[in-house]
């Protein structure tokens, strides 16, 4: 079955710890994204990317760094320096739009506690 | 104005009824509109594409008013299990994709 996976469901990290979250898709897509959910919010764009070895900045990307090696996964590092990391963390994929995709399909996500 | 604004509601409806709501967006250039259901704690699922004019699948139906820039949904024949929380996503032109913060909805038996 195709889809994207995300992992761990949730995560607990000591304050002032990196830790990553995994993103794998087996869709082919060649965009990927991470976003973040607070209680209460819409989604705030970290980072995406629309081919292997390229990525940018979304609204939120200060204390969040990722890599993109490989075209399947996308995983999202989430620095010390992040001052509030609790929070939801969504990936998605979807066909870059100029190759006609517009539609964003979503892993299950990642919930990180910070202790 | 804000990019993308829904009512967050929740809309507390009975069973059986049809129930709408309302996503406005401020970005006229905006290219393409969608749907995305969220159950809590879950991950968003994409309900309905919102093109031109509008489209309609099974009782639910999106609607398009690019000159008042807002996309709708209807929800005909409520069932339990369509309460969750539904987001309004809207893409730019520049491929920025903008979520609504959602609209809760509790169908009540």
């Known amino acids: 079955d195709g889809g994207i996976t995300q992992s761990p469901k949730y995560l607990f990290r000591k304050e002032g710890q990196n830790v990553t979250l995994s993103c794998e898709q087996n869709?082919?897509?060649?965009?990927m994204y991470w976003y973040r959910q607070d209680p209460g919010q819409g989604l705030r764009l970290i980072y995406y990317?629309?081919?292997?070895?390229?990525?940018q900045k979304g609204d939120i990307a200060e204390g969040y760094s990722v890599s993109r090696e490989k075209k399947e996964s996308f995983p999202l590092t989430v620095t010390s320096a992040q001052k509030n990391p609790t929070a939801f963390y969504l990936c998605?994929?979807?066909?870059?739009?100029?190759?006609?995709?517009?539609?964003?399909?979503f892993g299950p996500g990642t919930r990180l506690t910070v202790l | 104005r804000k990019e993308v604004e829904q009512d967050p509601g929740p809309f507390n409806v009975p069973e059986g009824a049809t129930v709408a709501f309302n996503c406005t967006y401020s970005?006229?250039?905006?290219?393409?509109f969608f749907w995305y259901r969220q159950d809590c704690r879950k991950e968003p699922k994409l309900l309905m594409s919102v093109y031109s004019s509008g489209n309609e699948d099974g009782r639910f139906t999106a609607q398009l008013n690019r000159a008042s820039q807002y996309i709708s949904l209807l929800i005909r024949d409520s069932k339990l299990s369509d309460s969750a929380t539904y987001l309004c996503?809207?893409?730019?032109?520049?491929?920025?994709?903008?979520f609504g913060k959602g609209t809760r909805l509790h169908i009540l038996p």
């Open positions: 869709l082919n897509h060649d965009a």
């Open positions: 970005n006229s250039a905006s290219q393409s």
């Open positions: 998605a994929s979807s066909i870059p739009r100029d190759r006609g995709g517009d539609t964003q399909y």
């Open positions: 996503v809207v893409n730019l032109r520049d491929d920025k994709i903008i």
């Open positions: 990317s629309q081919i292997v070895n390229d990525f």
